[in-house]
């Protein structure tokens, strides 16, 4: 194999093929754009574009695309070649200025949320020079972001782009008091990713995962999870060349591409990089997507990232790890050895923990999607409760404080396994708390209600922004008690026990899975939004615009028609599953289940014939419970059919949503659930699709 440092970044025009290929002005101007976000001279972009060219035409590339993230919520792309007609009909490869900063795709097939009449097709987008371009199949990628004529943005860089830049305002606000200058603060993000893989050729065989993502029927296998044995197993040879693969080509794009293992569910994996900014982290988990799916293709697999593929098995999340830190690297969620005394992190962590309880709502949404509905609150993922895990120190840390008192830390305990041979070390303070949707973890927060299909970008964006938000009231407080005459220390330990004070119900560390949790939330007074259509009309409410627009994420306009956007996404994508399960269940699990009946009856009239009458015969046996089921499944077709035709009548997106919520949803279970019933009977090579076992355990 080549060497890694040899080939990572090689398709990649960062830093240090900018200093190579532009003259060193053109270098610095760039560079200040980047990291300050001054404008840039169109005679700057004209070299840097020529410069791109070059140097992606010697690395193979034909063409070029503005690569962007409409609302989607994957990538979209349209490539132009470099070529140029010259008179005589010769042709020469050119990339101006003006096609690198800017393009013109047509916006009126992407969702915009009423935001744009489709003669108003006009759409930009726009280089974003803080995310590098890439090679990717012969086409140089431009990350952009992507707005409409009249200004608004149509996509889910612009947003966490904005976020960022208000991030690193108000942390910077915050620091000053301090005493501390930064030029800049990153939010840093790392998202873990899961995914299944299994064999293309069984995957091609069923309408519901091509067109769906996941299974709309399957009967449970008789192994499942129950064994914990998939979780950290050995990785079999297909999936390993897979994963080989793809970690080379993530590595040439440039992404840290760091952990991978089997995860707890037969056929399903993980991958983890290593941590940037949260712009970059974006941009490299779509790509990491992208990969997954057309590098499994390569070696006959393909790669499922729904959240739910099989019913009675885990399903697949994404963790996003996310902190904050300066340009100058210091990370301002680090406890350091000494937290009670670390008044700077303790107002940082008060900030995180007023901002996740002022606006579960939002994180909530954030995450809210039709495929992540089926996972959270299910005994494998978070609950749909937003709650915070701190861990034993460091809520005993905030305890003391609250109280007025000194702390007592916990002394660290040696680990010893009793065996001689192993090493020592020291005990962690706290263990792990898996069924937290927010948990701190040494010097980062995991936010872990993600699914795993979806873009990191609206997470992002709202986590920088609720934290802005409660920095800026902070740091308001904090500056109004100092002009008061009050001493910055006094100030500072009122803001931050006020803050446990008013906002500690948000804090748990117990088992987020249980019932009781469940219960004492309620009593806590905590929001539990089950599903997306009860969750996403919290979007608009006053506090939430207020926030939006102080902080110009979002116009009103905007967050509007983004409400609009994610309400129609819900009832069309469960729509289109719904015709999926009525496509199959007439045209393939019905005939199947008719064809089986009447070879039941045949054997049973051919014995009858040559004179064997038994009462509990298996053939009469089984034929009567296929009949009837058969009859119960023909029904349940006509019982959805009927359900959508209503549909139809339903005005309102809030209506349509809730109809789909409540009515849609049910036929589809009641249909899935008489023809996994029949799955369970009807012979196996007489099954019009492959099972759930063939599936999970044949890779
Ligand atoms: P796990 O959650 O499985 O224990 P790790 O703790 O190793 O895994 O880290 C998971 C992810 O968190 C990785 O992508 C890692 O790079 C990222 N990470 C680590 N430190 C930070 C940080 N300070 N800010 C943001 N992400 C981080
Ligand atoms: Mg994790």
């Not at 706290?430 to 927060?445: E, I, L, Q």
Request: charged share 25%; hydrophobic share 40%.
């Amino acid at each position: 194999m080549t060497s890694i440092p040899s080939i990572f970044g090689s398709m990649v025009f960062n830093d240090e093929v900018m200093r190579d290929k532009l003259p060193k002005d053109i270098y610095k101007n760039l560079k200040k754009t980047i990291s300050e976000g001054s404008d840039l001279d169109i005679g700057v972009a004209n070299v840097v574009a020529n410069a791109m060219k070059d140097w992606a035409i010697e690395k193979g590339a034909t063409h070029y695309t503005h690569w962007f993230q409409p609302m989607t919520g994957i990538t979209a792309e349209k490539h132009d070649s470099f070529i140029s007609p010259q008179k005589d009909g010769t042709i020469i490869m050119e990339f101006s200025g003006k096609e690198l900063i800017k393009g013109e795709p047509d916006a009126s097939s992407f969702p915009s949320g009423g935001l744009r009449a489709t003669f108003e097709a006009r759409g930009y987008t726009a280089w974003d020079p803080t995310s590098y371009a890439f090679i990717k199949d012969h086409t140089l990628c431009i990350p952009t972001a992507f707005y409409s004529y009249s200004g608004e943005v149509l996509d889910k860089k612009t947003p966490l782009l904005r976020s960022i830049e208000c991030l690193s305002r108000e942390t910077a606000r915050i620091l000053r008091l301090f005493g501390k200058e930064t030029s800049r603060v990153i939010a840093q993000v790392g998202p873990e990713q899961e995914y299944f893989l299994i064999d293309r050729g069984e995957y091609l065989k069923r309408e519901d995962l091509v067109m769906c993502g996941r299974t709309l029927f399957g009967a449970k296998p008789p192994k499942g999870q129950e064994l914990e044995d998939h979780y950290f197993g050995v990785i079999r040879p297909r999936v390993a060349a897979f994963m080989r693969e793809l970690d080379e080509e993530l590595w040439k794009l440039g992404v840290f591409a760091k952990t991978k293992h089997n995860e707890a569910a037969p056929a399903q994996h993980e991958l983890a990089p290593v941590f940037c900014n949260a712009n970059a982290a974006t941009d490299q988990n779509q790509l990491t997507m992208e990969l997954m799916k057309t590098i499994a293709e390569r070696h006959n697999l393909a790669c499922l990232l729904h959240e739910k593929p099989f019913l009675g098995v885990n399903g697949s999340g994404k963790h996003n790890n996310w902190s904050i830190s300066t340009a100058e690297g210091e990370n301002l969620l680090s406890p350091g050895h000494d937290p009670f005394h670390n008044k700077q992190f303790l107002l940082f962590l008060a900030a995180v923990i007023k901002a996740v309880d002022d606006f579960q709502d939002l994180l909530r949404i954030s995450i809210a999607s039709a495929g992540n509905d089926h996972r959270l609150g299910a005994a494998e993922a978070p609950p749909a409760i937003v709650s915070m895990f701190l861990g034993d120190e460091l809520s005993g840390v905030l305890d003391a404080f609250e109280r007025g008192e000194e702390y007592q830390p916990i002394s660290r305990i040696d680990m010893t396994a009793g065996v001689q041979v192993l090493p020592e070390f020291k005990k962690d303070t706290t263990d792990r708390n898996r069924t937290s949707p927010f948990a701190f973890t040494g010097n980062k927060f995991e936010f872990r209600m993600l699914g795993s299909s979806l873009s990191i970008a609206d997470p992002n964006t709202i986590l920088n922004t609720i934290v802005s938000e409660v920095l800026s009231q902070f740091a308001d407080k904090i500056e109004a008690a100092v002009a008061a005459g009050k001493a910055f220390e006094d100030a500072l330990d009122e803001v931050i026990r006020n803050t446990i004070r008013c906002h500690k119900r948000i804090i748990f560390n117990g088992d987020g899975y249980t019932e009781d949790w469940v219960r004492e939330a309620e009593a806590r007074g905590l929001l539990n939004l089950k599903t997306t259509p009860e969750a996403l009309p919290y979007l608009v409410n006053s506090k939430n615009l207020a926030l939006f627009t102080k902080h110009k994420i979002f116009s009103e306009t905007e967050i509007r028609s983004r409400y609009e956007i994610l309400m129609e996404n819900y009832v069309k994508v469960v729509g289109i599953e719904a015709l999926t399960m009525l496509d199959m269940a007439k045209k393939q699990i019905l005939p199947a289940c008719i064809a089986y009946t009447k070879l039941l009856a045949e054997a049973e009239a051919k014995k009858r014939e040559i004179g064997i009458v038994m009462e509990d015969s298996a053939e009469m046996a089984l034929c009567r419970r296929c009949s009837a089921l058969t009859a119960k499944l023909h029904a349940c077709i006509g019982g959805l059919e009927a359900v959508l035709e209503q549909a139809k009548d339903v005005t309102g997106i809030r209506e349509g949503a809730d109809y789909t919520k409540d009515a849609v949803i049910a036929a589809m279970d009641e249909l899935r659930s008489t023809a996994d019933e029949l799955e369970g009977i009807v012979g196996e090579e007489y099954w019009p699709y492959p099972t759930y076992r063939k599936l999970l355990f044949d890779v």
